[in-house]
């Protein structure tokens, strides 16, 4: 692990106005274009998923079904309801659109390059900082702004709660994210883009049939913690299934976007499909290389030159996106009380203990001529014996204590009705309500339990009912 410089690598001197506005609209057209592809892959593959054709009329293979459904939203009619706040109901959906458009300006699409039928040479990247990073965390919670206020100026108690639940999210995921990001800047020496990028060039050298061989270090393999937390933090930050929970339908219709419709809901839409492009190509950049070619394409002399790299970029982006596909066409939607506890009692405690551990090694290094291999060795022998322990905690509990069977709690009389809203009981609750002059109660079994007959005609008030 080398020391890198806290300024960036890519080298930004040469650029003009002009090369510096197309690179913006580049990079604006590329995310409108792949929203557009990545909508009809997600509808086709979840189609395939569920064994049936998907969009397969307008135009080859149904690629035009996602231009004519925007066309058809910006051509409905713009409904406001009275009792929104106006000014901030149109304002949120553009926060939001913009805010997913700014954290892409620090990606680096590929290294230097010459613009084709000119002699000016640039780096495929808008531009770059030495707090790359950070920007892009003040991007990303600067876009939960929209939905947060696009929720309240609605007027509406489904859309409040839609962006009441999208902050809450936001800020849980958002913080194990950033841990994840603070392990990769510490191990790299740098938080700028371009030059994690460049961290990760090299791991070392092979042998293979009598040729030396450069091998990658991609962070993802050294440090694969960080990227698994990353990865289930990138799904809760951007409500993709299954962590869709602040526009449940189910549960709040549409969410904090219910009472927005045509052009307005469209920019919502965009926001969430840009977010994905985002965060897949920071978890690109930043664990998988970057622009950087893969093994064996790297044994190419030129695959990492030119125009080259922004080909494995695109192909590696790709993937995750095809992931979040995945995702939304196998697991079903957690409960909220799950999708909370998963991330504060396991993502922000594992995150915080590995960048931790990434610190320590860092600290090591620069003060011990400790070798890297050694001490992730003892890390990860540390790591896997906790497993071991957590796995199989349950069989250091005596024999007696296993055999006794667990008694029950006394169940919790539960009102559904006492906000005013019917709320089913958890399991091993007592229901309880007023209906009329007569209490009627019943009792609802804990999980794993059955109800007879007989317990079910003894229960408290049943021959209320009955009458």
Request: hydrophobic share 50%; with cysteine.
């Amino acid at each position: 692990m080398t020391m890198l410089a806290e300024n960036p690598v890519a080298d930004f001197s040469d650029d003009t106005i002009w090369v510096v506005l197309g690179k913006a609209l580049f990079i604006f057209v590329f995310l409108v274009v792949g929203t557009i592809l990545m909508i009809w892959a997600e509808r086709r593959v979840v189609a395939r998923m569920q064994s049936r054709p998907g969009p397969n009329r307008f135009g080859p293979f149904g690629l035009l079904q996602p231009l004519a459904d925007g066309v058809k939203l910006i051509l409905k009619e713009d409904i406001t309801p009275r009792a929104v706040d106006r000014v901030v109901f149109v304002v949120a959906p553009i926060i939001s659109g913009t805010a997913a458009f700014l954290a892409f300006s620090v990606i680096p699409f590929g290294p230097e390059a010459r613009i084709p039928f000119t002699d000016i040479r640039t780096p495929l990247q808008l531009t770059d900082l030495p707090i790359a990073l950070l920007f892009i965390l003040a991007a990303a919670a600067v876009g939960v702004y929209g939905i947060v206020l696009g929720g309240w100026s609605s007027g509406s108690t489904y859309p409040l709660l839609g962006g009441l639940r999208s902050s809450a999210q936001v800020i849980s995921y958002e913080i194990a994210m950033a841990l994840a990001l603070v392990s990769v800047f510490l191990y790299s020496g740098s938080m700028s883009t371009s030059a994690i990028v460049d961290a990760q060039a090299s791991g070392g050298t092979a042998q293979l049939f009598g040729m030396t061989l450069d091998l990658p270090s991609w962070h993802a393999i050294t440090l694969l913690p960080s990227f698994v937390i990353y990865c289930i933090a990138m799904v809760g930050e951007t409500n993709r299934a299954p962590f869709d929970l602040p526009e449940a339908e189910g549960e709040l219709v549409g969410g904090y976007h219910t009472e927005y419709s045509s052009t307005k809901f469209l920019l919502f839409f965009l926001a969430e499909y840009v977010n994905m492009f985002t965060v897949s190509a920071i978890a690109t950049t930043l664990f998988l290389g970057g622009w950087r070619a893969p093994f064996p394409l790297s044994l190419w002399d030129g695959a990492n030159h030119g125009w080259w790299p922004m080909l494995w970029f695109v192909l590696k982006v790709a993937i995750f996106m095809f992931c979040f596909i995945w995702l939304r066409g196998t697991l079903p939607r957690l409960r909220y009380d799950q999708f909370m506890a998963l991330g504060w009692k396991w993502l922000i405690p594992a995150a915080l203990g590995w960048t931790l551990v990434v610190a320590g090694l860092r600290a090591t290094q620069q003060f011990e001529s400790v070798s890297t291999q050694k001490v992730l060795i003892g890390v990860a022998a540390v790591i896997a014996a906790l497993l071991v322990v957590v796995l199989f905690i349950d069989w250091l509990v005596s024999p007696e204590e296993r055999r006794q069977p667990r008694q029950a709690a006394e169940p919790q009389a539960v009102d559904p009705f006492a906000g005013g809203y019917p709320v089913p009981p958890m399991p091993g609750q007592r229901l309880a309500r007023t209906s009329g002059p007569v209490l009627v109660a019943q009792q609802v079994p804990a999980a794993g339990q059955d109800t007879t007959d007989e317990e079910q005609d003894s229960q408290p008030g049943e021959e209320a009912r009955r009458g």
